[in-house]
């Protein structure tokens, strides 16, 4: 039997993929809240190797929210694990030792606010998912109107992420306050920014002279830098850690499986230092702004509509939704045509080989990246990834037609069943409301008027767009009625 990986086996695994320093040497500096695949194949990975460029005391804290399946992973393993590079031609292994405890938010959350309050700590990071903000994704406030949201503002032991970091942070003030950053890695627009609106609306639901108390400090003592992070990251599979254990040498129930790219740019605004990402190939910058517009509009704008219209045609996984000529087609001329005139360039990029680039990534077959996956959670994911392209495309009096093609494609996948006719589940915090009206029987245009109407998603103003809710509508239809390859061939081919 293959032994498990640990801070007493590692000695056992190739020297050449072990991490570059000692990790039981390593304290922790850095909590961070969503211990998902994404944080170990991305954060966690630049902390490790910028502790191999300059030692600090840069050792991640991972907590969970609600599922003890990762802590139940890690826990034995010491919080170590591999992450595992694939792509044709290209495998590379390395164990990752910056993660050194781990939790449930969920569970105790007395423990996470000793942990925030702590002067050990400097940071705070989150990977959360879009819902995991609980804002209204249209206009970036908290939903007040949260029954999780309202039992945190009234006391206990918090269930929210934004009410968590209060808890924490109003612990921290009475400690000492010493100063902190908190860091969003999450997908959305001026995530900071966000994060921050977040905070300070639920201080407004504590009592006002805490509430009082708790802003003074935080505009002094707290900052929250906009973060913009890319890298493709698939669930693990039963393969995955097998081939994990054939390369360690060492049972590994925590390795994480990623794409060889990955980038981070984050805005330089540290309240108590960080480890030295920029020596990793962090991007250290005042102006995240087009950096993030050019990630989220092109790279997860095109990974949505191929993850949308590509589930219903069919196709399991990314590689095959990309490989399909009608899909690389419309998503080539949807970046080109509707993207490209929204941005501005970040230095030094040119967006349309940005573009092509990101396209070659999606085609990666090594990763088994499925399409649902990516499909999921789209009523939080459309505002940033997709609705924003159309705002400004309209405002400047041009139509969207293939991005509204794009927002049709998400209301056929609600409908929870392939061209072929075979079943998936929708997974969406807002599946209640979406799915029904998606699956009726009215008619393309009714479904449209309806889901538009949806101000958390689409905000007061594009249902309100005759020439948008027709296209969409119109998109609809010939999806319903001809299945999407047709529809997306005709939709290429009527693109100049
Ligand atoms: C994907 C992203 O699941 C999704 O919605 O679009 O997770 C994507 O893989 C990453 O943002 C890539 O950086």
């Known amino acids: ?24 040497s390593l304290a922790i500096g850095i909590v961070h809240l969503g211990l998902g695949a994404f944080h170990r194949a991305h954060q966690a990975v630049f902390t490790d190797e910028a502790l191999g460029v300059e030692w600090g005391d840069w050792g991640i804290y991972g907590l969970s929210q609600r599922s003890r399946t990762v802590p139940d992973q890690l826990e034995p393993q010491d ?52 819902k995991g903000y609980r804002h209204d994704p249209a206009t970036g406030q908290l939903r007040e109107d949260d029954p999780a949201v309202q039992a945190d503002a009234a006391g206990g032991d918090a269930s929210t992420v934004v009410g968590q970091l209060v808890r924490g942070l109003q612990a921290r003030r009475a400690a000492g306050g010493d ?6 890695c999450d997908n959305i627009a001026g995530n900071g920014r966000l994060l921050r609106g977040l905070v300070e609306q639920f201080c407004s639901l504590l009592d006002p002279k805490d509430e009082r108390a708790l802003r003074q400090w935080m505009a002094a003592n707290v900052t929250f830098p906009s973060t913009v992070v890319d890298r493709i990251v698939p669930a693990t599979g039963a393969a995955d850690l097998e081939e994990a254990r054939q390369l360690l040498g060492l049972e590994d129930r925590g390795a994480v499986v990623a794409e060889p790219f990955r980038q981070w740019v984050i805005e330089d605004d540290f309240a108590a230092g960080r480890p030295a990402w920029d020596a990793v190939g962090a991007i250290l910058t005042s102006d995240v702004l087009p950096y993030e517009l050019a990630k989220l509009r092109i790279l997860n704008g095109s990974h949505s509509t191929l993850a949308y219209l590509g589930a219903v045609a069919g196709h399991d996984t990314m590689a095959a939704a990309i490989g399909e000529p009608a899909l690389a087609a419309l998503v080539r001329r949807m970046i080109r045509d509707e993207v490209i005139p929204t941005l501005r360039e ?23 990246h499925r399409t649902h996956q990516v499909a999921m959670d789209g009523s939080h994911k459309l505002p940033q990834r997709l609705l924003a392209t159309a705002r400004d495309l309209l405002s400047d009096g041009r139509q969207p037609r293939l991005i509204a093609l794009a927002v049709a494609g998400w209301m056929r996948y609600l409908r929870g069943v392939t061209d072929a006719g075979d079943r998936y589940e929708v997974a969406d915090p807002m599946a209640d409301r979406v799915v029904g009206i998606a699956s009726s029987s ?17 905000g007061d103003d594009l249902a309100g767009l005759p020439a948008f809710r027709s296209a969409v509508s119109e998109w609809l239809g010939r999806l319903i009625e001809d299945g999407v390859l047709r529809t997306v061939d005709q939709a290429v081919s009527e693109t100049p």
């Open 1 to 24: 039997m293959t032994e498990r990986l640990s801070l007493a086996t590692l000695d056992q695994a190739p020297a050449e993929l072990r991490p570059s320093y000692d990790p039981s």
């Open 79 to 130: 919080g170590l694990y591999a992450v595992l590079e694939k792509a044709p031609g290209h495998r590379a292994c390395r164990i990752v030792g910056s993660i050194r405890k781990v939790g449930l938010a969920s569970e105790g959350s007395g423990d996470l606010t000793r942990w925030i309050a702590a002067p050990a700590t400097r940071i705070v990071s989150l990977t959360v998912t879009e």
């Open 442 to 458: 009215d008619s393309s245009g009714t479904i449209v008027t309806r889901l538009l109407a949806i101000r958390e998603i689409f």
């Open 346 to 368: 970040p230095p030094g990029v040119d967006l349309s080989r940005y573009g092509d680039a990101v396209l070659e990534r999606f085609a990666n077959p090594a990763l088994g």
């Open 179 to 184: 100063p902190l950053t908190v860091l969003s």
